[in-house]
T-cell receptor, first 115, second 114 residues
């Protein structure tokens, strides 16, 4: 069965510094897609970045980048130059194309950015 | 651009009461999902639908029923609410089920069962 694991329940980072949020995954499918979502205190789910299993390069979207290490089955989110507005819950997720395309989520990491 | 809209946003129920959560999307998406979010557990799939008139069970379906009579709407029903169903409920939709398909989420419904 597919599984996503986020082992950092909470993290602190100083404003303007970079931070890495860990995500490991388990799947036997050769094709898979990995997503990161941000959930601010207001509650909505905001899509941040996507990485496909066959993508040759690590995904980047502005200050967000994904450190994809296929052999280690990890897909860590890197946020550069942290801002106070980055304080939120972050979820790593994998799409299960065999079950209606559902997303399988990790437990989440709560990031707090200190001024 | 409404996207995915959930109704209501907040609700308090007494144990044993019933209610229906409505999810509406205006993007002509085939796939729709209901998740629940509990502290420390991420989002877990309750039920999903791959098209009008179809539904399927997810990871935690007990105590819930769903219907997809119209393509744009996906209803989640609680027939007899229990305190264990206190949670934040999210609806999501996507156009397809391929691995790179982006999911669009509603704003969530915070349900408290007392």
């Amino acid at each position: 069965a597919q599984k996503i694991t986020q082992t950092q329940p909470g993290m602190f980072v100083q404003e303007k510094e970079a931070v890495t949020l860990d995500c490991t995954y388990d799947t036997s499918d050769p094709s898979y897609g990995l997503f990161w979502y941000k959930q601010p205190s207001s509650g909505e789910m905001i899509f941040l970045i996507y990485q496909g299993s066959y993508d040759q390069q690590n995904a980047t979207e502005g200050r967000y980048s994904l450190n994809f290490q296929k052999a280690r089955k990890s897909a860590n989110l890197v946020i550069s130059a942290s801002q106070l507005g980055d304080s939120a819950m972050y979820f790593c997720a994998m799409r299960d194309v065999n079950q209606g395309g559902k997303l399988i989520f990790g437990q989440g990491t709560e990031l707090s950015v200190k001024p | 651009n409404a996207g995915v809209t959930q109704t209501p946003k907040f609700r308090v129920l007494k144990t044993g009461q019933s209610m229906t959560l409505l999810c509406a999307q205006d993007m002509n998406h085939e796939y729709m999902y209901w998740y629940r979010q509990d502290p420390g557990m991420g989002l877990r799939l309750i039920h999903y639908s791959v098209g009008e008139g179809t539904t399927a069970k997810g990871e935690v379906p007990d105590g819930y029923n769903v219907s997809r009579l119209k393509k744009q709407n996906f209803l989640l029903g609680l027939e007899s609410a229990a305190p264990s169903q206190t949670s934040v409920y999210f609806c999501a939709s996507n156009l397809g089920s391929t691995m790179n398909t982006e999911a669009f989420f509603g704003q969530g419904t915070r349900l408290t069962v007392v």
